[in-house]
């Protein structure tokens, strides 16, 4: 699609209203039978269109003598000039010479100042012919110089001298000046200089100007009186002549030298960069520049790209002056309008007023912008169904002026919550394209365990990736539809009691919904068929600290265990009764149920349970494990009660479920928590955990392990295991014998480690020992091993002399024992072995 760009320009300086008159001829003799006649040359020499009002004025001894204008209003155009006809006449009164002025009243189009001139003609009165007379006249006395060589050049007139006498005349020709009349620094000359004339004959002369420096002649009017004598006039104190005004105008040249500092950039959009422009002065007079930029195709829209610095105009005297040059600074900074790698030629320009002095092209290569924009055609996504997905559109705009690959992604994303896109990269076309929007599909999946207490909100990105900041990102809420669900657990569904006693059933209940709920604690007789009647026995639930509760409110995930608590109405040894416990979600439909049975009893049942090897704190144990790493923990579990056929211990392992995992076994039988105790016996349990792969270190916790009675599963006891996960090397080595050893040459010397690791992992072992140096070698039989925590591995390290050894000598070195590629976790040990020659060994040197 093609783009329409306006090209700009800087504001220009305030226009200027200038007018200049003229006339031609200056003089003339007027009769009355013939009038004088001058051509008024009004010259619109500003920088605008202007309207000028003509007026005469004739001086005090002008009695006999009429002047009139042919129209006193005239329109001249910028740069332009219009002729009036002056017309002076006179009658048989007039007598001299009479001046007329010819003012001008100048107004511009627009803001300039008005401007005024004038000029004045000499009209002489005569009677018309003689004796001896001559007349000089020519097409054009003014002439604009349109020369555009700065070098030599010439103008000419073509004059026509006439004999309007009525005797023969011997003409002479000169050129004169005088003080309304200079040429300034030009010569005229005239040719022929002498001519012989019958009556009423005319000749053409030609009057020369010579230019040396053509269009850089300083600016103005320079003005040449061509006189023309009658030397055989017999008359000599007054002999007949004519004189004709010539003026050559040469007109204002304002053009200037430019100079760039530099003349291309390379820019992104946005960016800026200095540059400069020096002018100087070439034209033929002085003037004012003023600095301006413009597109060098119109196409390109740069308004904006180009900030000169202030002043923005500067006056330049002229030229070989001391302020014939001027530097302005100015500052690049392209928009993103044009397509990435366009080059841009920008014209930097020296104005004088609407007029071009000099310019130069500044070449602008425009980088790429990266930006875009995001368009969801949903912002929410309501009640997705946990489990499940739901879809939208998501349109990437690039608003760059290149084509990109952008990539699409996703931030602040739930754990298990996921988000696919159709295309997680697209590849869009630029602002300036037309065909910059691409539409990817973005589909949410909802995990089964998600919260629907509040709405979730994630965030869709789009930008280059990589971890770079997004061009553009939109919210996106999701809300989960509601799943109302309660899971719950009990130890045991029978316990005992004597009469009058409460039993506690304690149930553990999850919320295994996803929204919070209320959950309502029942009591009812099993037997019931028709609703929740009260059981055989008083019934009721209460909380840990023993207080009664109908009701608990639980947070999604939350669990809380609370008891059922049935008092024992029964009074004969083995009687019964069976209690309906229903937890049920206030609202709905959803409930979990289960029967327990009390027995009446008169005996006690309970189970202790304590670690094999108490520490510090009796009840408590400390293990630090690394990821991976596993351990068994030995409890005794005693039977406490008093019943004589012995009793059914239940053994519970809680907390870090999601980090450890457990198995437990008695006399080496894996057993799923309970198993079968006599009277006064207690049995060796042991529990065995592994931690994870995937934890990370600085992990910690407390798994708790607890013993209950199968008959009275509220009173528990309990030991805590304190996990740390933390990864130990911590490989040790003890040295047998000294560290200092001597062996007759050539007999080896022998070092025995006993290397120890005290980590928590398995280790990779390496033995090294440092650089052989002047002939000596050292081997260790077993360099690389593995060694699993608490095992010890005995290494031998063997140093054997240099070959040609020829007298006593001593070696030190250093072993270190180290985990495989840890260094910071090596022991080194520094060793020292002298070979000593044998008695009688004579040695041989040089």
């Known amino acids: 699609m093609a783009i329409l760009l306006v090209s700009i320009t800087s504001p220009m300086a305030a226009a200027e209203v200038s007018v200049a008159l003229s006339a031609n001829p200056t003089a003339q003799e007027a009769t009355t039978d013939d009038e004088a006649e001058y051509d008024i040359i009004v010259q619109n020499d500003g920088d605008e269109d202007i309207s000028v009002s003509l007026s005469t004025q004739q001086g005090n001894d002008c009695n006999g003598f009429t002047s009139s204008l042919e129209t006193f209003q005239v329109s001249v155009s910028e740069g332009s ?68 060589t700065t070098g030599s050049d010439s103008v000419t007139w073509d004059v026509e001298v006439e004999n309007n006498g009525e005797q023969q005349a011997n003409v002479q020709l000169e050129m004169t ?23 009423e004959d005319t000749e053409t002369v030609e009057v020369t100007v010579d230019i040396p420096d053509g269009s850089s002649t300083e600016a103005g009017e320079h003005c ?38 530099f003349t291309s950039h390379n ?110 055609s949903k912002n929410k996504l309501n009640n997705v169904e946990p489990g499940s997905s739901d879809t939208l559109a998501v349109q990437i705009t690039n608003q760059g ?35 910059n929007k691409e539409t990817v599909t973005a589909e949410v999946f909802v995990p ?19 971890g770079s900041d997004p061009y553009d990102s939109k919210d996106l809420t999701i809300s989960v539809a509601a799943k109302h669900s309660v899971t719950t657990s009990i130890l045991s569904t029978q316990q005992t009691g004597r009469s009058d006693q409460t039993v506690q059933f304690p149930i553990e209940v999850t919320n295994s919904g996803n929204i919070q709920d209320t959950f309502k ?17 008083e019934s009721s639930f209460s909380d840990v600290q023993g207080n009664a509760i109908t009701q608990i409110v639980l947070d999604p995930g939350q669990q809380k265990t609370v008891f059922l608590d049935v008092l024992v109405e029964g009074e004969e040894d083995a009687d019964s009764a069976s209690v309906l416990a229903r937890i049920a979600i206030y609202g709905t439909n959803v409930a979990d149920e289960h029967t327990v049975t009390v027995v009446v009893s008169n005996y006690n049942y309970a189970m202790a349970i304590s670690p094999q090897n108490p520490g510090e704190i009796p009840d408590q144990i400390q293990a630090t494990l690394p990821p991976g790493g596993t351990m068994t923990s030995s409890f005794w579990v005693e039977n406490t009660g008093d019943y004589p056929g012995g009793d059914t211990a239940v053994i519970t392992v809680s907390g870090m479920e999601s980090s450890v995992i457990r198995t ?87 070092f025995t480690l006993f290397i120890t690791n005290h980590g928590n992992v398995l280790e990779d072992v390496e033995v090294l020992s440092s650089e052989s140096l002047r002939g000596w070698t050292v081997n260790v039989d077993f360099d690389e091993f593995e060694l699993a925590p608490g095992e010890t591995r005995e290494v031998q390290v063997s140093v054997t002399p240099p070959s040609d050894l020829l007298d006593d000598d001593t070696y030190r070195f250093t072993v270190t024992v180290q985990p495989e590629g840890l260094p910071v976790a090596g022991e080194p040990v520094d060793l020292e072995v002298t070979s000593e020659m044998p008695t009688g060994f004579i040695g041989l040197s040089e």
């Not at 005088?178 to 002498?194: G, I, N």
């Not at 004189?243 to 007109?251: D, G």
């Not at 202030?310 to 309008?337: A, I, M, N, R, Y």
């Not at 392990?705 to 933390?726: F, L």
């Open 81 to 148: 000039s219009e002729t009036v006809k002056l017309t002076v006449s006179v009658n048989d009164q007039a007598d001299g010479d009479c001046e007329t002025t010819v003012n001008a009243q100048a107004t511009g189009t627009g803001v300039g100042t008005p401007a005024n001139d004038d000029v004045t003609v000499t009209t002489t009165a005569g009677d018309g012919g003689g004796l001896y007379s001559v007349s000089l006249s020519t097409d054009e006395q003014l002439k604009n110089y349109d020369g555009e």
């Open 177 to 199: 000046s005088d003080s309304d009349c200079e040429s300034d620094t030009l010569d005229a000359t005239v040719d022929p200089q002498v001519l012989q004339l019958e009556p």
């Open 224 to 261: 040449f009186i061509l006189r023309a004598t009658v030397t055989n006039d017999p008359n000599a104190a007054d002999q007949a002549e004519d004189n004709l005004t010539l003026t050559l105008k040469v007109p204002e040249r304002k053009e200037c030298d430019p100079d760039l500092q």
């Open 267 to 376: 820019l992104d959009p946005g960016d800026s960069a200095t540059n400069s422009f020096e002018v100087e002065n070439i034209g033929n007079t002085e003037w004012t520049v003023t600095a301006n930029s413009q597109a060098q195709n119109s196409d390109y829209d740069i308004s904006g790209w180009v900030d000169f610095d202030s002043p923005l105009s500067k006056l330049l005297s002229e030229p070989g002056g001391s302020q014939d040059s001027h530097t302005f600074t100015f500052s690049v900074t392209p928009d993103d309008s044009v397509e990435s790698g366009t080059q841009v030629g920008i014209k930097i320009q020296g104005r004088a007023g609407t007029s071009v002095g000099c310019e130069q092209i500044l070449t602008v290569t425009v980088g790429q912008s990266h930006a875009a924009s995001l368009t969801l």
């Open 401 to 435: 002026n290149g084509m990109e690959t952008m990539s699409v992604g996703v931030d602040g994303l739930p754990a298990g919550w996921q988000v696919s896109f159709s295309q997680t990269s697209v590849t869009v076309g630029s602002a300036n394209s037309g065909n």
């Open 448 to 466: 089964e365990d998600a919260s629907a207490v509040e709405d979730t909100v994630i965030t869709i990105t789009v930008g280059r990736g990589g």
């Open 521 to 537: 604690l029942q009591t009812c007789d099993p037997n019931d068929q028709t609703g929740c009647n009260s059981p055989m026995w």
């Open 664 to 750: 437990m076994t008695v006399e080496g039988v894996e057993i799923d928590g309970t198993f079968s105790i006599g009277n006064g016996e207690r049995v060796l349990l042991e529990v065995h955990l592994e931690v994870s792969e995937g934890v990370a270190n600085g992990a910690s916790g407390v798994i708790e392990v607890g013993a209950s009675s199968q008959k009275n599963t509220a009173h528990r006891t309990t030991v805590d295991i304190v996990v740390e996960i933390r990864t130990i090397h911590d490989l040790r080595f003890t040295l047998e014998g000294e560290d200092s050893k001597s062996a007759e040459y050539p007999d080896k010397a022998y």
